[in-house]
């Protein structure tokens, strides 16, 4: 900042003046906000996506290998509500990605159409039908692993980042991640996983 100022000041213009102490203000100003959002992510947070991860990889040695899975646990007292992984195969409904059949099965358990309190954790960023419904069930906050650009190297994607979906929405949901995207990521690079994705590609 000071340096800035002393070029400006020796230029001796107010209009080059003004334009470096601009300068100075949005990187401080664009800092601050890097340094926000990186607290926005908790320990917590990586060690559920972790674990989440861990637990989707489980489904490596069935008849049914996903690479994405998804975890609703309650917002302030961190208990899990239910925990679920794409059933789009077996249940053959091309709705039933991991959110959406954790966000059903949420909500039959708790009786409700509504998950405000809670937060949704998926190993891969939502598509635009999962963050619709996840805007649909009131949910608190959205985390998402890998991104929709790393998922779409492996298979269709709708490219609409979910955070853009949210705010094209009047509900209010916030949208974090990458978090652990590496972990989340390597889902999809499994050997385990490349005859399935495969299929998917192929369509069937």
């Known amino acids: 900042m000071i340096s800035l100022l002393s070029d400006s000041l020796r230029v ?9 102490a601009s300068i100075a203000a949005a990187a401080t100003v664009f800092a601050g906000v890097g340094a926000a959002a990186e607290a926005v992510v908790s320990a917590a947070d990586r060690e559920r996506m972790r674990a989440l991860a861990a637990w989707t990889a489980l489904t490596f ?68 039908m999962c963050m619709a419904c996840a805007l649909w069930a009131g949910l608190d906050r959205v985390v998402y692993g890998a991104t929709i650009a790393d998922a779409s190297r492996f298979g269709h994607q709708i490219q609409i980042p979910a955070a853009e979906v949210a705010k094209r929405g009047d509900m209010t949901c916030v949208v974090d991640g990458p978090v652990e995207r590496e972990v ?12 399935q994705l495969d299929r998917w590609k192929a369509g069937r």
């Open 184 to 195: 989340c990521l390597a889902l999809f690079t499994d050997p385990r996983m490349q005859k």
């Open 61 to 128: 040695d069935t008849p049914n290998p996903v690479p994405y899975g998804a975890d609703i646990f309650d917002s302030k007292s961190g208990e899990r509500l239910m925990r679920a992984a794409n059933a789009v195969g077996p249940e053959h409904d091309p709705s039933a990605h991991g959110e959406i059949h954790a966000i059903r099965l949420a909500c039959a358990k708790s009786k409700s159409a509504s998950l405000k309190g809670y937060t949704l954790y998926t190993t891969c960023e939502p598509c635009a």
């Open 12 to 20: 001796g213009t107010r209009r080059s003046f003004l334009r470096g």
